[in-house]
């Protein structure tokens, strides 16, 4: 069965400084990974996804995200924090392309003046 | 394009009742999966469905069921309501290839009293 893992599930930073936040996925297959973000009393809006062929994959809001299969690892970061993303972050698993998603418990975001 | 849509968004039902929720996925999206958020167990996947039938199942209760119809919009019924049902309900849907990504709607909140 696929799962995964979101170490943290509450990440500080200051404005400017990195983002980034850990994912580690099991999956007997190739897998499908993407991270979505979410914002109060709303719904996820999909950041980026790893599917096949490049391992970095570049996202909305000057995210990305490297996959590693040696390490079973896609982290998320984001080279200089903005206010505006404070928010939460799942990291998700599928195998069936996107319509069957394994969640991670999430990483709560929060961006210091 | 429209996004998907979620109606109502936010529902206040009494324990025993039963709730249907309903989802109109994007345009020419064919597969529509329906997701529970709790903070106690984040993210969980109900069901999916693909051309009106049911292609994959979480692990939930009999008492949660959908269907979907031939203009793919879907609905997601909940019969003899518990207090532990009370979440944020999430609709997904996405297009026919297999890679593509899920877009999600706003989501109903469903408060069991």
């Known amino acids: 069965a696929q799962s995964v893992t979101q170490l943290g599930s509450h990440v500080s930073v200051s404005e400017g400084a990195l983002v980034l936040l850990r994912c580690n996925y099991s999956?007997?297959?190739?897998?499908?990974l993407f991270w979505y973000v979410q914002y109060p009393n709303q719904g996820l809006q999909l950041l980026l996804k790893?599917?096949?062929?490049?391992?970095l994959v570049k996202g909305i809001n000057g995210f990305e995200a490297e996959f590693k299969k040696s390490e079973t690892s896609f982290h998320l970061t984001k080279p200089s924090a903005h206010m505006s993303d404070a928010a939460e972050y799942f990291c998700?698993?599928?195998?069936?392309?996107?319509?069957?998603?394994?969640f991670g418990a999430g990483t709560i975001l929060r961006v210091k003046s | 394009k429209a996004g998907v849509t979620q109606t109502p968004r936010y529902l206040i039902k009494t324990r025993g009742q039963q709730v249907t929720l309903s989802c109109s996925p994007i345009?020419?999206?064919?597969?529509v999966s329906w997701y529970q958020q709790t903070p106690g167990q984040g993210l969980q996947f109900l069901f999916e469905?693909?051309?009106?039938?049911?292609?994959n199942k979480g692990n939930f209760p009999g008492r949660f069921s959908g269907r979907q119809f031939s203009n793919s919009r879907s609905e997601m019924n909940v019969s003899t309501l518990e207090l532990g049902d009370s979440a944020l309900y999430l609709c997904?849907?996405?297009?026919?290839?297999?890679?593509?990504?899920?877009?999600f709607g706003q989501g109903t909140r469903l408060t069991v009293v």
């Open positions: 997904a849907s996405s297009g026919d290839r297999m890679n593509t990504e899920a877009f």
């Open positions: 999956s007997s297959v190739p897998p499908y």
């Open positions: 790893y599917t096949t062929g490049a391992t």
């Open positions: 998700a698993v599928s195998d069936h392309g996107g319509n069957k998603l394994v």
């Open positions: 345009s020419g999206h064919r597969s």
């Open positions: 469905y693909f051309s009106e039938t049911q292609r």
